[in-house]
């Protein structure tokens, strides 16, 4: 995407007049203005108004929702040129939103339904959804308006505001999350030698970061993965792009039930729960109280002040990295261990679980359509896999030499729990989920509100109840499923492969095919042997050992 925006959030409302289209400039506090048309808005708004709309097909909420979950605050207040998740929530309107404006352009605006009937209409021929949005290049918000029904975007104008630092935060805060607490298992899984793999997953996935880039500057129109997706395959793509991203959401949120069982009752090992005859031992308690913990930010109408919060993800990785070297280095537990070279029959579950510390991508399209300066996402993108790359390994290295073959699923669980930095390390890791499980598992939700039936838009049980099931699933599963280092495994074997490595050559050369060289395709094609490998060896090897897990 090589257009920008203003820097200010739009709100564009469909109107019965002809031949007249007007945009207003919304800002926080303030009524909206009336800017008038540009002169050479019209010839601009004709350039961008190419076949094709990649906005209007399940899902429509994924921009924004993304946004909220992976960005950190911009100086403006806004997240990666996104209103809150109030003005993007069919289910969860701002009131104020619904005191200044109308409800035709409240629906307009803010369901992310899929087309109803009324919506249903054809568009004039090479119309795309982005020629109702204002013209880009413009500083002062003026729209063109079509005189004919259409279809008014779901996806509110990007706003290009993100420096340089900002993007780095916010693609660390991506990348550098709980997958750092298993990289010392993850060494003890592989061996020594394993860890050349997650060097080679970390060059494989800054390559296939600057592909996404390459496909969203194919055509105007492509700002998300999804939207990716269907440029390159289709609707059926779209929809199984957005599923697959979704699903590895949502295993997120399993994990941090998983997490939070784990580290509460180390802290707390003879919690228990016994009535009527119904008994919880710690590990079950704790996580039934992280549920219920988390259940109400998960009904927030407006998620901006947990966006904000959990923009210190990046700082509590680094906090929680720190206090390892401290109990190592000045608490003088030593690093007693050699390792072992390498253990074959254990490298699947290693590779797995290296894959998924790059587990990035599907916000990277995000990040990139964010940036005052486009130029800069590679240097962005180098940086942030070179920083986490360097905190995975050394937390690797030290772990694994600290711990031995005695190293558990996350090395939290292996520091001596009588020491201060144990206990702050401990209590970080428990307390960074709660900022982050809601911000997860709302685009997941959203999705799914998006097939509500228009004549339940208002009502706020439909969404209430969505959101309850998917919580307390994620429970039910973080129960039969207690074992943190095995899911890790599985996630990063079977999804993070496919949307890490997989998809974005498969879409690469689907879209730009007859303009790649030689080289791209031969590196794609290898890309893909090693996504596909790695995800069969990884997925099989994963699932083998939770059966069997679960058996004994």
Not at 192 to 215: A, K, P, Q
Not at 342 to 358: D, E, K, Q
């Amino acid at each position: 995407m090589k257009n920008s925006v203003s820097d200010h959030s739009f709100y564009i409302e469909s109107e019965e007049e002809e031949d007249e289209e007007k945009v207003f400039n919304r800002n926080e506090g303030e009524e909206d203005e009336d800017d008038g048309n540009d002169s050479d808005s019209s010839a601009e708004n004709q350039r961008q108004n190419q076949p094709g709309s990649y906005n209007t097909s399940w899902p429509q909420s994924y921009r924004q929702s993304i946004d909220l979950y992976s960005s950190v605050p911009s100086p403006s207040l806004t997240f990666l040129g996104t209103p809150t998740l109030s003005r993007l929530n069919s289910s969860f309107l701002s009131s104020s939103l619904t005191r200044r404006h109308t409800p035709e352009s409240l629906s307009a605006l803010t369901k992310p339904l899929l087309p109803t009937v009324a919506d249903e209409k054809p568009q004039p021929q090479g119309r795309s959804s982005h020629s109702l949005l204002p013209p880009i290049p413009s500083k002062t918000s003026s729209i063109i308006k079509d005189s004919k029904p259409s279809h008014i975007s779901h996806e509110l104008p990007i706003s290009r505001q993100s420096s340089y630092a900002q993007a780095v935060l916010n693609g660390m805060n991506v990348l550098c999350g709980v997958g750092i607490l298993s990289t010392p298992y993850a060494a003890k899984e592989g061996g020594w030698i394993g860890l050349s793999i997650l060097i080679i997953f970390g060059v494989l996935s800054f390559y296939t970061g600057l592909l996404l880039r390459y496909c969203l500057d194919s055509e105007p129109g492509l700002e998300t993965y999804p939207d990716i997706g269907q440029a390159a395959f289709g609707t059926a793509g779209r929809i199984a792009i957005s599923i697959i991203l979704y699903v590895e959401l949502y295993a997120c949120c399993v994990e941090y039930i998983i997490l939070e069982g784990d580290n509460l009752s180390s802290l707390f090992p003879n919690a228990h729960l016994s009535f009527g005859g119904f008994y919880l031992n710690s590990h079950h308690l704790f996580a039934l109280m992280t549920t219920l913990a988390v259940l109400p930010t998960v009904w927030l109408r407006d998620l901006s002040v947990l966006s904000y919060i959990s923009a210190g993800g990046v700082i509590a990785s680094v906090l929680v990295v720190l206090c390892l070297f401290w109990v190592g280095l000045v608490d003088e537990v030593g690093f007693h261990s050699r390792g072992t070279t390498l253990n074959l029959g254990t490298l699947p579950v290693a590779i797995g679980l290296y894959g998924y510390c790059y587990s990035g991508h599907a916000v990277f399209p995000n990040i990139y359509t964010s940036m005052a300066k486009p130029n800069q996402y590679p240097k962005v993108l180098l940086t942030c896999f070179i920083i986490c790359t360097l905190l995975y390994a050394g937390v690797a290295v030290m772990g694994y030499t600290m711990f031995g073959e005695s190293t558990l699923s996350q090395f939290t669980l292996n520091m001596p729990q009588d020491l201060i930095a144990t206990k702050i390390a401990v209590w970080t890791t428990v307390v960074n989920p709660f900022t982050k499980y809601a911000l997860t598992i709302s685009p997941v939700a959203l999705s799914l509100e998006e097939l509500i039936p228009s004549n339940h838009l208002k009502s706020h049980v439909y969404a209430i109840c969505i959101r309850t099931a998917l919580v307390f699933s994620t429970l039910f599963v973080g129960l039969a499923i207690p074992f943190f280092g095995l899911v890790m495994s599985l996630i990063g074997s079977l999804l993070t492969m496919l949307v890490t490595l997989i998809l974005p050559c498969a879409c690469f050369l689907r879209i730009l095919r007859g303009k790649v060289t030689r080289s791209q395709v031969a590196l794609c094609i290898l890309i893909l042997v090693v996504g596909v490998t790695s995800s069969a060896i990884g997925t099989y090897s994963a699932l083998s050992k939770i059966v069997e897990s679960l058996r004994s």
